[in-house]
């Protein structure tokens, strides 16, 4: 993909979508579902150890996007991808490709909590186990513990790892999915609306959690909450009818954004 | 009509039309309460009635009457070779020991006359259940025993109260001097009403106080084996196949729609197809459980298909998302996830096609298992028959004991098809997880 055309593309959104060192680059991404065109032409850059969050009325196409970045579309067959999106310069959607590899390095946190119904310890250990990552029952232990710590629910769950992961709160819950999710060392995680199931406390820890995780991992998050965008993001990122309309750091776009529909959007005149 | 001058409602003449049309809403519900209650009561009204119809025949078959003889067991007579063989034991005395005691059991010498009513009393069997005694309790040889032995079936009848004392001798199946034989033992306490030996452990039999359902049930359990066998793995692998990995096309849409058409197809057509495949064409033997289960199997892949597709696309995408999520592969997240969570589905439906498959006769005559076989089957090419086949042949005998002997098989049908649909239910309740 040129550079030219690339930015004849990104011309169209408002606001620099590149950065110096991105891990995943997405350039002229268009989705569609049969005939329905969800992304059109979306270019965007993410960097390393960021936090950028995709905003947008519903139906805008943020999910879809999210989705891209680790190929969970290609679980719907009318799904066709056109464009490139790359993880550390190579192109995901190349035909030699191998999903599984790349979802573990792209992990991600879906919308509902979704623990399997086993035990919190196998919850966490499957990932490890499937990908054959740790060489004993203790270095296994060893994962275990430190990815349910990273999502600050070790010290909640210790003493109970063969509960069953549905017998958890919500947002227990949650925090468990993400530990999963970090129990394989992802670089990337995206996260689904993380917080739309919870109440105003656990998402305020998965907050927290998403801001003591970002030193390690680069995250993106797509949200109906803008509040929730400038609490926990660098970067946010504005979609409209499957347009990328605005990108931008977080504070510019909240405080000045320089689009008509960004404007209306946060100010709350629609969405 | 409709009222020109309608200008909406306020909301007090709002308030009296909702009232107004209380009373005939309530009605409604009523009356459609009634009519639920009603159906539900009368389909408990004909199970109860089934039920005691059939227990109270069927109860009775369970048992039968039996008399005890003081057998004197003579080694040299029994056992002439000394060697406990099948050869030598037959060579044996056996019919005249039994006939003996018989004799002194009522202190006579014994003529002619009464020594051919006495074997006539007496189950044609009661030899061969003397050498069987004498096989498993060889240490007894030399020694007196009580033993029992089946009387025979018109006796038997008789004892019931089937046959009427004051029928005149000559439109009688048993004559004067049979009865007061039958008195006699009676008076000295020898006959017994017991729990019926013949009925389980007994093989088929052309007389009906030794026919036993043991080859049939033995029949059954093998040709089940073998439905299961085939049925379970193979429509639990097309089910996963069309739910989870094939393509939504036409093509998958014209296989879904014969599946649910095959399930509609009568079972005797399976039997014609098993028939016409297994035995014309590829050769293989009649009458045996090998070919009627590959047919039951091919008559409940439809309802196991069914079922399984049913439980898998119960499990929730969600489930799925996070397998996928974390980079399991989409046979991982098969064999991980859906699979175990669905089994309880296909599970419940699986037994519930080995239920149906246990009742089913047509397809099986059709195949020859209805034929007359004595010896029980000990493998899968072994000619045997099945429970209902068994049942559907009594019922066509002629014999009164018969007729307690069919509706006996019935209830041990009943009472296996009963056990497997509780444990479909048992295991759904202890497998279900909830979430």
């Given at each position: 993909m040129s550079e030219i055309k690339a930015m004849s593309a990104a011309s169209k959104t408002v606001g620099n979508v590149f950065v110096d060192k991105p891990r995943m680059t997405a350039r002229d991404v268009n989705v569609f579902y049969d005939d329905k065109h969800a992304i059109d032409n979306v270019t965007i850059d993410i960097g390393e150890r960021e936090v950028i969050a995709f905003i947008g009325p519903s139906g805008c196409g943020k999910s879809t996007f999210l989705r891209c970045l680790n190929r969970m579309n290609d679980t719907i067959d009318s799904c066709r991808i056109e464009g490139s999106i790359s993880l550390d310069g190579e192109d995901i959607y190349a035909p030699n490709v191998d999903v599984v590899p790349l979802r573990a390095r792209v992990g991600m946190v879906f919308q509902k909590p979704n623990p399997f119904p086993k035990s919190i310890y196998d919850n966490v250990a499957y990932g490890p186990r499937i990908h054959g990552l740790a060489k004993s029952r203790y270095e296994l232990d060893i994962i275990v513990q430190q990815s349910l710590e990273k999502a600050g629910l070790w010290t909640e769950v210790k003493d109970r790892l063969e509960a069953p992961g549905t017998s958890l709160s919500g947002g227990q819950q949650q925090r468990l999915c993400i530990a999963r999710t970090i129990a394989v060392s992802p670089e990337v995680i995206l996260m689904d609306e993380p917080c739309s199931a919870l109440d105003p406390i656990a998402t305020a820890k998965i907050e927290e959690l998403i801001a003591e995780l970002t030193e390690q991992y680069t995250i993106v998050i797509v949200t109906h909450s803008m509040q929730q965008a400038a609490r926990v993001s660098d970067r946010t990122a504005y979609f409209h009818m499957g347009k990328l309309i605005e990108v931008g750091k977080t504070e510019k776009i909240f405080t000045n954004p320089s689009h008509q529909l960004t404007q209306d959007y946060i100010t709350g005149r629609f969405g | 009509m409709t009222d020109q001058n309608f200008k909406g409602l306020t909301p007090s003449e709002s308030a009296r039309l909702v009232k107004a049309s209380l009373k005939q809403r309530r009605t409604k519900e009523?009356?459609?309460?009634?009519?639920?209650?009603?159906?539900?009561?009368?389909?408990?009204?004909?199970?109860?009635?089934?039920?005691?119809?059939?227990?109270?025949?069927?109860?009775?078959?369970?048992?039968?009457?039996?008399?005890?003889?003081?057998?004197?067991?003579?080694?040299?007579?029994?056992?002439?070779?000394?060697?406990?063989?099948?050869?030598?034991?037959?060579?044996?005395?056996?019919?005249?020991?039994?006939?003996?005691?018989?004799?002194?059991?009522?202190?006579?010498?014994?003529?002619?006359?009464?020594?051919?009513?006495?074997?006539?009393?007496?189950?044609?069997?009661?030899?061969?259940?003397?050498?069987?005694?004498?096989?498993?309790?060889?240490?007894?040889?030399?020694?007196?025993?009580?033993?029992?032995?089946?009387?025979?079936?018109?006796?038997?009848?008789?004892?019931?109260?089937?046959?009427?004392?004051?029928?005149?001798?000559?439109?009688?199946?048993?004559?004067?001097?049979?009865?007061?034989?039958?008195?006699?033992?009676?008076?000295?306490?020898?006959?017994?009403?017991?729990?019926?030996?013949?009925?389980?452990?007994?093989?088929?039999?052309?007389?009906?106080?030794?026919?036993?359902?043991?080859?049939?049930?033995?029949?059954?359990?093998?040709?089940?084996?073998?439905?299961?066998?085939?049925?379970?793995?193979?429509?639990?692998?097309?089910?996963?196949?069309?739910?989870?990995?094939?393509?939504?096309?036409?093509?998958?849409?014209?296989?879904?729609?014969?599946?649910?058409?095959?399930?509609?197809?009568?079972?005797?057509?399976?039997?014609?197809?098993?028939?016409?495949?297994?035995?014309?064409?590829?050769?293989?033997?009649?009458?045996?459980?090998?070919?009627?289960?590959?047919?039951?199997?091919?008559?409940?892949?439809?309802?196991?298909?069914?079922?399984?597709?049913?439980?898998?696309?119960?499990?929730?995408?969600?489930?799925?998302?996070?397998a996928?999520?974390?980079?399991?592969?989409?046979?991982?997240?098969?064999?991980?996830?859906?699979?175990?969570?669905?089994?309880?589905?296909?599970?419940?439906?699986?037994?519930?096609?080995?239920?149906?498959?246990?009742?089913?006769?047509?397809?099986?005559?059709?195949?020859?298992?209805?034929?007359?076989?004595?010896?029980?089957?000990?493998?899968?090419?072994?000619?045997?028959?099945?429970?209902?086949?068994?049942?559907?042949?009594?019922?066509?005998?002629?014999?009164?004991?018969?007729?307690q002997k069919t509706s006996a098989a019935i209830i041990i049908l009943l009472a296996f098809l009963i056990t497997m649909n509780a444990a479909a239910i048992i295991l759904r309740k202890k497998l279900e997880r909830r979430w």
């Open positions: - | 009523t009356r459609f309460k009634l009519i639920g209650i009603s159906a539900i009561g009368l389909a408990l009204l004909f199970l109860v009635v089934l039920f005691t119809g059939i227990l109270s025949k069927g109860f009775p078959g369970l048992f039968q009457y039996y008399i005890s003889f003081d057998v004197e067991l003579d080694a040299t007579r029994l056992d002439p070779k000394g060697d406990l063989s099948v050869e030598s034991l037959y060579g044996g005395d056996y019919e005249d020991i039994v006939l003996e005691a018989a004799l002194k059991s009522l202190d006579e010498k014994g003529d002619r006359k009464l020594k051919r009513t006495l074997r006539k009393m007496l189950s044609s069997g009661s030899g061969i259940r003397l050498i069987d005694y004498v096989t498993s309790h060889p240490e007894q040889l030399g020694t007196t025993q009580t033993l029992k032995f089946a009387l025979d079936d018109d006796i038997d009848s008789f004892m019931r109260g089937f046959i009427d004392r004051e029928t005149p001798e000559s439109d009688r199946r048993i004559d004067d001097f049979t009865i007061s034989i039958a008195d006699r033992w009676q008076e000295a306490g020898l006959i017994s009403y017991e729990l019926s030996d013949y009925l389980f452990f007994g093989s088929a039999s052309r007389d009906a106080e030794m026919a036993g359902i043991r080859g049939a049930l033995i029949g059954s359990l093998l040709t089940l084996a073998v439905c299961i066998g085939i049925a379970f793995p193979l429509g639990v692998a097309t089910a996963v196949y069309l739910e989870e990995i094939a393509p939504k096309n036409r093509l998958t849409e014209i296989i879904e729609i014969n599946i649910n058409n095959l399930a509609a197809v009568p079972s005797v057509v399976f039997g014609i197809m098993g028939l016409a495949i297994f035995i014309v064409a590829f050769g293989m033997p009649r009458s045996v459980p090998l070919v009627g289960g590959v047919v039951l199997a091919l008559m409940t892949l439809p309802t196991i298909i069914i079922s399984s597709r049913a439980a898998i696309r119960a499990v929730p995408p969600s489930i799925r998302d996070a996928l999520g974390i980079g399991a592969s989409k046979m991982q997240t098969i064999f991980h996830h859906v699979i175990p969570l669905a089994m309880p589905g296909m599970l419940t439906g699986s037994i519930i096609g080995m239920a149906q498959a246990l009742g089913e006769t047509a397809p099986l005559l059709m195949i020859g298992m209805v034929a007359f076989i004595v010896d029980v089957p000990t493998s899968m090419t072994d000619p045997g028959t099945v429970l209902p086949v068994q049942i559907f042949m009594w019922a066509d005998f002629a014999e009164r004991m018969f007729i």
